[in-house]
């Protein structure tokens, strides 16, 4: 592994199915990240982790629901996915909070039906 | 309310010059970052800029102003594979990223 891998790249969701879209990073960066990408819109950030154990909520939170056990993984939850949560999510990392840039995982694109 | 803008689209031609106009209204500021998006794939770094003026890295110039809340992004020697996505984002007082929607490049032979 190398930077940041995220599973799954594409998947194909009923809505009202539970899904959890997974981050892991080889960096030992503190602060993570979960951004959603939709079409005319600029990246909207869904959580956010400063460092392991805490977690905190971005701009469009609902429906979504993130952990940090660890330093290295940082998961996504839909409980109960819905179409508008159509999009393509990106995970991302840095060395911390206001230090260093921002480096992306490849993205997941979900679409739910 | 926090904003950042940019143009939706440019076209320019292969070799040329072209710059991306970026302004920002946002709450406390701590940086200005430019990434570039190609479709379909993630944004990758470009440049960061803190203080006022010019950063020159190879073919790409960043420029900023605080005072007129307003950065540029210079590309030289424009080349086919430049056509992308452009993204501004602006790092507020609480060191979240604020981004605009991207600007599309496209270069023409």
């Known amino acids: 592994i190398a930077g940041i891998t995220q599973a799954p790249t594409s998947q194909i969701l009923a809505a009202g199915r539970r899904m959890t879209l997974r981050c892991t990073q080889d960096?030992?960066?503190?602060?993570m990240y979960w951004y959603r990408q939709d079409l005319g819109l600029g990246l909207r950030l869904i959580h956010y982790?400063?460092?392991?154990?805490?977690?905190g909520k971005g701009e469009v939170p609902d429906g979504y629901s993130v952990s940090r056990a660890n330093t290295d993984d940082f998961p996504l939850t839909l409980a109960s996915a819905v179409p508008s949560q159509t999009s393509v999510y990106f995970c991302?990392?840095?060395?911390?909070?206001?230090?260093?840039?921002?480096?992306f995982g490849e993205g997941s694109r979900l679409t739910v039906l | 309310g926090q904003n950042i803008d940019q143009p939706t689209e440019m076209t320019a031609t292969e070799g040329a010059i072209v710059q991306i106009n970026c302004t920002y209204q946002?709450?406390?500021?701590?940086?200005l970052f430019w990434y570039q998006q190609h479709a379909g794939e993630a944004p990758t770094f470009l440049s960061y800029?803190?203080l006022d003026g010019l950063e020159e890295k190879g073919r790409f110039s960043s420029f900023l102003s605080r005072s007129k809340g307003y950065s540029y992004l210079l590309l030289k020697e424009l080349q086919m594979k430049d056509s992308a996505s452009y993204l501004c984002?602006?790092?507020?007082?609480?060191?979240?990223?604020?981004w605009g929607a991207g600007t599309k490049l496209i270069i023409k032979p």
């Open positions: 960096m030992r960066h503190n602060a």
């Open positions: 800029n803190v």
């Open positions: 991302a990392s840095k060395e911390g909070v206001d230090t260093g840039e921002l480096f």
């Open positions: 946002t709450s406390g500021f701590n940086g």
């Open positions: 982790s400063n460092t392991a154990g805490t977690t």
């Open positions: 984002a602006v790092m507020d007082s609480n060191y979240q990223l604020i």
